[in-house]
């Protein structure tokens, strides 16, 4: 089993940053790509960044160039730096981990962007 911990969601003015963090604990060999997803209020939950074992990422066009994704030293944590936060970037902000063909989730960290 994987653990996860979600942090550094919160309430910003639109343009400003949050950073938020993830760690992976528990049965943390074998985990290889790791990522972020969105769930806005009404809407379904949407993949807003990942990262592969190796290093390559992938991002939803609505956050390319505002959002960046990377992974610390240890490999089980996640970050996701956000600038440029938008009111549309409200939602409640899901870490993600696969590991052995199997995803885990984390119970999710808030943001809310007030215009």
């Known amino acids: 089993q994987v653990q996860l911990v979600e942090s550094g969601g919160g309430l910003v003015q639109a343009g400003g940053s949050l950073r938020l963090a993830c760690v992976a604990a528990?049965?943390?060999?074998?985990?290889?790509?790791m990522g972020w997803y969105q769930q806005a209020p009404g809407k379904q939950r949407e993949l807003v960044a990942s990262?592969?074992?190796?290093?390559?990422?992938n991002y939803a066009d609505s956050v390319k160039g505002r959002f960046t994704i990377s992974r610390g030293s240890a490999k089980n944590t996640v970050y996701l730096p956000m600038n440029s936060l938008k009111p549309e970037d409200t939602a409640v902000y899901y870490c993600?981990?696969?590991?052995?063909?199997?995803?885990?989730w984390g119970n999710g960290t808030l943001v809310t962007v007030s215009s």
């Open positions: 990262i592969a074992s190796g290093g390559s990422t």
């Open positions: 528990g049965s943390t060999f074998g985990i290889n790509a």
């Open positions: 993600t981990v696969r590991r052995w063909g199997i995803n885990y």
